[in-house]
């Protein structure tokens, strides 16, 4: 591989010193390879029959995420030694760095990118449909991967496949439950918690500074050192879904935040705070640690979180646990995830689908869904046993129920969030955002919050995606 390089570097030398215009090679995202070269192993515009190739590839993430991206770009170039990618990390600005390079028409080859993006730039035409290749491709088609993993901008136009699921359960500090004397949350979705029981749990977990807790009539809700539980105001429509309801109108028409299911899914979240003070306001939670550390340090003792919180509380060294979402109605986890996209202007769209192909593979990175971060899209890690034991059941990433709460869950019982098929979210984000934080510093009810906002957001409304 070395000897190969030096080859191909000490020939552009060669012609830099000749002067010779015949010599030309791709770079960038654009790739390249000069037409007509024989297939033969010393002509330096071939590797075993095959013309070289150049992709480009860009992704964003921590200096591990980075670490781990640039060993799946190295184990691709070893087994296609034909292809080169060049890996592009941006750790910030990352949207401005592509769009920058997509009006110097060098775009990346295959990119991440935020899913609301994706849509609005396929839409745009930057984006590859990928169904022409989905739709022959033996080993990754529909069938092959995990119900939601495909985001479509039109009927049979699909932009993307997720990077990796994301998903959302009940994480808890085992310690806390056995001092309480408290049953551990249940992972199976047929024994889910209701949420009164949910609610039950989290007052006995709940102790101000004189240890009692929010049952007992000496509780003072203004003097709490331990919280019952605390969520991401983020996620605020997480339990909508499993009070069958939907953010979106069921026609498609618009947004659904007047139904009185989706309003009452809400509300009892924020309830959690201000009715049965079980959970940190917004002002309250400035004082905590980080999810993992007030895990560790008994601050809190559920966290209603996404899966990707196992990598820091594996590293806490705690002994935590995970356990299925409480239901209103129904049994539901919702799903996130970004997706891979390809480039509309890549030179070669067989080849890139090759490195699309190899970064769906779960084996590529193992160890990033073995550490708790990430998990597979591909349908076969979640169905077969030798492929579960490579991923969901590594300690200290995966709790035991992990399988039950997080992986099956998502599986059968996945919902993906409202935001994959709304168009125009930034604006009407603009709009809820306001609005929610009102909910969450206790100043509006869900419905007043809600009600007062349907006009604005209704003149921002443009469809769905499919």
């Known amino acids: 591989?070395?000897?190969?390089?030096?080859?191909?570097?000490w020939l552009l030398a060669i012609c830099a010193m000749?002067?010779?215009?015949?010599?030309?090679?791709?770079?960038?995202?654009?790739g390249g390879s000069r037409e007509g070269a024989s297939n033969t192993d010393n002509d330096p515009f071939t590797v075993d029959g095959h013309e070289r190739v150049t992709l480009t590839y860009a992704s964003w993430g921590?200096?591990?995420e980075k670490q781990v991206q640039e060993r799946i770009v190295a184990k691709f170039m070893e087994k296609y030694p034909w292809i080169t990618v060049n890996y592009l990390f941006v750790p910030g600005d990352y949207v401005k760095r592509l769009t920058t390079l997509y009006a110097a028409n060098k775009a990346p080859d295959v990119f991440v990118i935020y899913k609301h993006f994706a849509l609005q730039w396929a839409e745009q035409g930057k984006i590859y449909n990928l169904n022409e290749f989905l739709k022959q491709d033996e080993d990754v088609n529909e069938a092959a991967l995990i119900p939601n993993a495909i985001m479509y901008w039109a009927p049979n136009k699909i932009a993307g496949i997720k990077v990796a699921e994301e998903a959302f359960a009940l994480y808890y500090?085992?310690?806390?439950?056995?001092?309480?004397?408290?049953?551990?949350?249940?992972?199976?979705?047929?024994?889910?918690?209701?949420?009164d029981e949910f609610v039950h749990h989290a007052k006995l977990l709940?102790?101000?500074?004189?240890?009692?807790?929010?049952?007992?009539?000496?509780?003072?809700?203004?003097?709490?050192?331990?919280?019952?539980?605390?969520?991401?105001?983020?996620?605020?429509?997480?339990?909508?879904?499993?009070n069958e309801a939907s953010v979106i109108a069921q026609?498609?028409?618009?947004?659904?935040?007047?139904?009185?299911?989706?309003?009452?899914?809400?509300?009892?979240?924020a309830d959690l705070i201000y009715v049965h003070h079980v959970a940190p306001s917004p002002i309250q939670?400035?004082?905590?640690?980080t999810p993992d550390i007030a895990l560790q340090s008994k601050k809190v003792a559920m966290d209603l979180n996404g899966q990707w919180v196992q990598l820091d509380l594996a590293a806490t060294g705690i002994e935590y646990g995970v356990g299925v979402l409480p239901k209103l109605k129904k049994s539901v986890t919702v799903q996130f995830g970004e997706p891979h996209v390809m480039s509309q202007t890549t030179k070669h769209p067989k080849e890139a689908w090759l490195f699309y192909k190899w970064l769906l593979d779960a084996d590529s990175a193992i160890d990033m869904h073995a550490s708790g971060l990430w998990m597979p899209t591909m349908k076969d890690y979640y169905?077969?046993?030798?492929?579960?034991?490579?991923?969901?059941?590594?300690?200290?990433?995966?709790?035991?129920?992990?399988?039950?709460?997080?992986?099956?869950q998502t599986l059968e019982n996945g919902v993906n969030s409202y935001d994959y098929y709304v168009k125009n979210i930034e604006k009407i984000n603009g709009i809820l955002n306001p609005a929610l934080d009102q909910i969450w510093l206790g100043k509006k009810s869900v419905k007043e919050a809600f009600e007062s906002i349907m006009p604005k957001i209704n003149a921002e409304f443009r469809g769905t995606y499919p």
């Open 251 to 269: 026609d498609g028409s618009g947004l659904n935040l007047e139904d009185p299911a989706v309003i009452d899914a809400v509300q009892r979240l």
């Open 383 to 408: 169905t077969k046993p030798e492929l579960i034991d490579k991923w969901a059941t590594v300690a200290p990433g995966h709790a035991e129920g992990y399988e039950d709460a997080v992986m099956r």
């Open 1 to 9: 591989m070395k000897a190969m390089r030096f080859r191909f570097v």
């Open 206 to 242: 709940t102790l101000d500074e004189d240890g009692d807790n929010a049952l007992s009539p000496s509780f003072n809700p203004n003097e709490i050192k331990q919280y019952g539980v605390r969520f991401n105001n983020w996620a605020w429509h997480l339990f909508v879904p499993s």
């Open 62 to 64: 921590s200096p591990n």
């Open 285 to 289: 939670e400035k004082s905590l640690p």
């Open 173 to 195: 500090n085992k310690e806390m439950f056995d001092e309480a004397g408290v049953d551990l949350p249940p992972s199976r979705a047929e024994e889910a918690w209701t949420w």
């Open 18 to 30: 000749l002067g010779a215009t015949g010599c030309s090679f791709g770079a960038g995202g654009n």
